[in-house]
């Protein structure tokens, strides 16, 4: 039997043995080159500790909120599309998983389950993330059922107004056999048999013409709160905030999209200085390790999110390697807190850390 995986990469090779081919380069792969993706990881690797120590750590406690609810850990379950193709539990597992680990779910509107399936299966906080269809209606009506099902926030994806190429896609052929079930397409004409390509799908449904303005559309359909996630740059954050934004995700969706945007970690402080806490500021791209979310946090986000860890684990062990991935970080993050003499989430710093800007 294969050993325990000791870290969440190691779960990686297991998803890698899971899947087909096809599914696995999917989840794994970025765009084009894949400059970004490397360096989503690359580049908290040359963020380094300015540990401080004779501080009291013998209790650590991780726990924080998000958007006013209390959470473990400064860590949520990033929306990643069709888990089902990871999983035949699919969103319900990873869900279920949340709930057990008390972070944030935030499920995807390409998931395979419906909102009110996961929202049904445990007592996860979740928050539901949408695109925006050129058939308003159709995502207007999710909203609606995602708010009625007791979701707690709206996830406004913004670097999507068409697919990245993903070349691994390209030639496996990448064909997503539930297409046609999405929830979102129920009452779509959208959906051929050519639509199942994710890419062509994509690019014939979203509104490429989605603006700022459009954040005041959504605001008009739900009382949810509204994070945008897919910002890179101070303009954008000082927009998201003007539109009425509760929270923005620093992402560059997981180096999926635009090949040679920077690494998110990396622009993170430029959008926290901007946006001088008027709404928290989130960030994802590249966390694997518990030095990793604390890095981020130093560098001013109030969380983390964690995309493909999470699927690697509920493809390679369902339901228990979700939960897995998530207490390995939390008990990474906790040691990292004590080796740094910082006995809470309160307690880290820009001090903490040393950026390579700053080394130059
Ligand atoms: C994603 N991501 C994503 N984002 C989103 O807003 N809606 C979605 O449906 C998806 N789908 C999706 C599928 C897969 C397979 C991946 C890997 C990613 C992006 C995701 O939310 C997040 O931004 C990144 O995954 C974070 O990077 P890491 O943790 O995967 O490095």
């Given at each position: ?48 500790f300015r540990p401080r120590v004779l501080i009291d750590v013998s209790k650590i406690s991780l726990s924080t909120t998000i958007?006013?609810y209390n959470v473990s850990a400064p860590i ?24 057990a680990c008390n972070v ?185 390790r518990g030095t990793?979310v604390f890095k981020a946090l130093a560098?001013?986000?109030q969380a983390v ?21 998530a207490e390995m970080l939390k008990d990474e993050l906790e040691l990292t807190m004590a080796l740094s003499g910082c006995p809470t989430i309160r307690d880290i710093t820009?001090g903490h850390v ?7």
């Amino acid at each position: 039997m294969a050993e325990e995986p000791v870290n969440v990469n190691e779960y990686q090779e297991l998803a890698r043995q899971a899947l087909p081919k096809m599914y696995y380069d999917f989840y794994a792969g970025g765009a084009e080159d894949q400059y970004t993706l490397k360096e989503n990881v690359e580049a908290f690797r040359r963020i380094t500790f300015r540990p401080r120590v004779l501080i009291d750590v013998s209790k650590i406690s991780l726990s924080t909120t998000i958007l006013g609810y209390n959470v473990s850990a400064p860590i949520m379950i990033a929306p990643t599309a069709m888990h089902k193709l990871a999983h035949p539990e699919g969103e319900v597992a990873t869900a279920r998983a949340a709930a057990a680990c008390n972070v944030i779910m935030i499920l995807s509107y390409m998931s395979m389950c419906t909102v009110e399936e996961v929202a049904s299966s445990c007592d996860a906080i979740r928050f539901f993330q949408i695109y925006v269809y050129k058939r308003r209606d159709i995502t207007a009506q999710l909203v609606q059922r995602a708010e009625r099902s007791g979701y707690k926030a709206i996830v406004l994806t913004v670097d999507v107004p068409r697919l990245g190429k993903r070349e691994a896609d390209i030639k496996n052929r990448m064909i997503a056999p539930q297409l046609k079930n999405f929830e979102g397409l129920l009452s779509t004409q959208v959906v051929s048999d050519e639509g199942s390509n994710v890419k062509a799908f994509a690019d014939s449904t979203f509104d490429a013409s989605l603006t700022w303005k459009d954040v005041g559309w959504l605001r008009s359909i739900t009382k949810l709160p509204i994070l945008v996630k897919g910002v890179l740059t101070h303009e954008d954050a000082i927009k998201a905030v003007e539109a009425g934004a509760a929270g923005i995700v620093v992402s560059n969706h997981g180096a999926r999209q635009l090949d040679y945007s920077p690494a998110t970690i990396s622009v993170l402080e430029e959008v926290v200085h901007a946006v001088k806490g008027k709404v928290p500021v989130f960030v994802d791209g590249g966390v694997r390790r518990g030095t990793d979310v604390f890095k981020a946090l130093a560098l001013g986000a109030q969380a983390v999110l964690i995309g493909r860890p999470v699927v690697y684990g509920l493809a390679a062990k369902g339901e228990t390697g979700v939960r897995r991935v998530a207490e390995m970080l939390k008990d990474e993050l906790e040691l990292t807190m004590a080796l740094s003499g910082c006995p809470t989430i309160r307690d880290i710093t820009r001090g903490h850390v040393i950026t390579d800007r700053e080394r130059l």
